[in-house]
């Protein structure tokens, strides 16, 4: 009877932190989804084109990139904790400072420094996971994770046109300043330490370089870290031309875009909710490489698209489609990429959310360049970042099957 009652407290502790971590992981998505109804309003206030907005974006990733790759040695070394509140911290102030931003190169600075605060909740949210869950669990509780998360697509863009409807856009930043603020009081009341602070981390950057460098010749972490970099750099290339897409090149209004933008969030959330029931029956390899092939061939479907000029609906469609597959292949390609490590997982956390967000920064770099209302560097984009998806796993798979052969002999 007690053991059930001491089973009942730890997964209800469990659920609790869950809820903790999805909600402080889902402010990195909403820091770029709340404001994207705004690019228009942002364009015209500071005299610019959209596509010059999208340099806001590309700081973003740039800077998620870099703070995360940050955090993990220190997370190691000083424990989760800690960080993740001086990271909070961080991000609140950056919020107050984007509010304040005269211009585009302030907005821009200050979006990089925003990043920074939000590296922290994503390093912190995924090695929590790996300390507290078994292996074999890990998927699962990362997808529980993308349901809490993925809240934040759905509800942000209708969350930035209400506000920007009602205010003006620089307001958006002042309800993220107060959501982080409550993250700050949820992680210091409800998120215990996970780890024992490992105080023999070398912090020198050559030190750090190559830990990070051993982690990534990993030959598992790098297939399936870099598979699902550039998954996740194809679902960036959406984000960051969505505003231009379905805004300019669709004629859709503010408000007809946050609806939009939200449906096509679900779609991401319905596919990581769908892969804990596949994950059941199949496993995580088998899901993620049956899913990559599909990717490919609605990526080829989408160039079509773009060639034929087939329409609104048909590109609606596709991208649904392929944000509802890559709902399973980000939680998987996480898992996979993380099973060889333990005590290193802060650092293995931060590099793999460091290579997806590079992917990220470069895929919106790329489509930023691109002024013109065409679907083609859009679609170019995803096919060729799912393409390489694919071959990496594809080339896992082949490793392994020579391995099993060679042991067989």
Same mark, same amino acid.
């Given at each position: ?319 649904? #489609?392929? @944000? ?11 898992? =996979?990429? /993380?099973?060889? &490590?333990? +005590? *290193? ?30 679907? #083609?560097? @859009? ?11 694919? =071959?990496? /796993?594809?080339? &896992?798979? +082949? *490793? ?10």
């Amino acid at each position: 009877m007690q053991k059930r009652m001491a089973e009942e407290r730890n997964k209800k502790q469990e659920y609790l932190i869950l809820l903790v971590l999805g909600t402080l992981i889902a402010l990195g998505p909403f820091s770029i989804d709340a404001y994207l109804p705004g690019f228009q309003s942002i364009a015209k206030d500071f005299n610019i084109s959209i596509s010059q907005v999208g340099l806001t974006l590309t700081s973003y990733f740039i800077g998620i990139s870099v703070g995360q790759l940050a955090y993990g040695p220190i997370m190691d070394k000083f424990g989760r904790r800690q960080p993740l509140l001086i990271g909070l911290g961080i991000y609140f102030l950056s919020a107050i400072f984007c509010l304040l931003s005269p211009n585009l190169l302030s907005l821009i600075v200050s979006r990089f420094f925003l990043a920074l605060g939000a590296a922290a909740g994503m390093v912190a949210a995924k090695a929590v996971v790996r300390d507290i869950f078994p292996v074999n669990e890990v998927a699962g509780a990362i997808s529980v994770l993308m349901l809490i998360m993925g809240g934040a697509p759905i509800i942000a863009p209708t969350v930035g046109s209400l506000i920007i409807e009602a205010f003006d856009w620089k307001m958006i930043f002042v309800f993220l300043a107060g959501f982080s603020f409550l993250m700050f009081l949820s992680v210091y009341n409800f998120l215990p330490e996970s780890i024992v602070p490992d105080r023999n981390v070398d912090l020198k950057p050559k030190d750090v370089a190559i830990k990070y460098y051993g982690i990534l010749t990993n030959p598992k972490f790098w297939n399936f870290g870099m598979a699902g970099s550039f998954a996740v750099g194809a679902m960036f290339a959406y984000i960051s031309n969505a505003p231009k897409l379905f805004m300019e090149h669709f004629d859709l209004s503010q408000k007809e875009f946050g609806i939009l933008f939200g449906l096509n969030a679900g779609g991401l959330i319905l596919g990581s909710q769908i892969n804990r029931l596949f994950l059941k029956r199949y496993s995580t390899f088998e899901i993620t490489i049956f899913n990559s092939v599909v990717l490919v061939i609605l990526s080829g479907l989408f160039l079509l698209n773009a060639l034929l000029g087939l329409g609104f609906w048909t590109t609606a469609v596709l991208i649904f #489609l392929m @944000l509802f597959l890559l709902g399973f292949q980000n939680p998987n390609t996480t898992a =996979l990429s /993380l099973e060889p &490590f333990e +005590k *290193k997982a802060g650092r293995a956390s931060a590099l793999i959310g460091s290579l997806k967000m590079i992917l990220g920064a470069l895929t919106s770099f790329i489509i930023s360049l691109f002024h013109g209302s065409s679907l #083609l560097p @859009l679609a170019i984009t995803l096919l060729i970042c799912l393409l390489i998806s694919s =071959l990496l /796993l594809f080339q &896992f798979f +082949k *490793k392994q099957k020579t391995v099993f052969s060679l042991n067989e002999v």
